[in-house]
């Protein structure tokens, strides 16, 4: 005999999640290629690359994944872009832009960190998305890593793996090979008009 609740809950689960934005699959290189969209900001007079969003949704992590506490990260949204002056794009750089959600205060993300080494930051919003009450907030921190040339051509080989740290909270993205191989096809296979 199934207990009603869980029935309730399962669907509620499933609606929340039906409810995410698209999210592009990171270990699709061919369709990270194809839904890179170029644009051209003529005031700046610059070329812009956007690779697809991809979710990095954290729905069944433990408290034993965050050390022994409870979890107060729950996602990230993560996409790379990149700007050029002229087409192609040749060994322009991109940045690496994520936006990590929290339900249990800020985790004022200000530095990220791969294999060791420093990366470049560039701390762009903290937002208040809603609040139920004054308590059970949702905050979002959104940053951007920059990363080289030689970066994302490694990245592309071997993956990305990156901690976002903060003073009270850290995010581990394990971005696949696939998801900057096909944003550098992308960028590679963009020719002069």
């Known amino acids: ?21 698209p999210s592009a699959d990171p270990t699709d290189r061919a369709a990270v290629a194809a839904e890179t969209e170029f644009t051209f900001d003529a005031g700046m007079g610059q070329h812009k690359a956007v690779a697809p969003s ?4 954290n729905l069944f992590r433990t408290a034993e994944d965050c050390g022994g506490r409870v979890c107060n990260h729950h996602s990230s949204r993560y ?19 994520v936006s990590a959600r929290f339900n249990l205060g800020w985790a004022l993300l200000d530095s990220a960190w791969s294999g060791g080494r420093s990366l470049p930051v560039t701390v ?11 308590l059970n907030c949702e905050l979002v921190e959104t940053l ?27 995010v581990t993205l394990d971005i696949p090979a696939p998801y900057f191989a096909g944003f550098l096809e992308a960028l590679d296979g963009r020719a002069a008009p």
């Open 1 to 21: 005999m199934s207990n009603p609740l869980n029935t309730v809950l399962i669907i509620l689960l499933l609606a929340g999640c039906a409810a995410l934005e």
């Open 54 to 57: 991809v979710l990095d949704y």
């Open 79 to 97: 996409m790379l872009r990149a700007w050029s002056d002229e087409l192609p794009f040749g060994q322009t750089g991109a940045q690496l832009h």
């Open 124 to 134: 762009i919003d903290r937002d208040v998305v809603s609040c139920k009450g004054g």
């Open 144 to 170: 951007e890593v920059a990363m080289t040339r030689p970066q994302l051509e490694t990245a592309a080989a071997q993956g990305f793996s990156v901690k976002l740290q903060g003073n009270r909270s850290s």
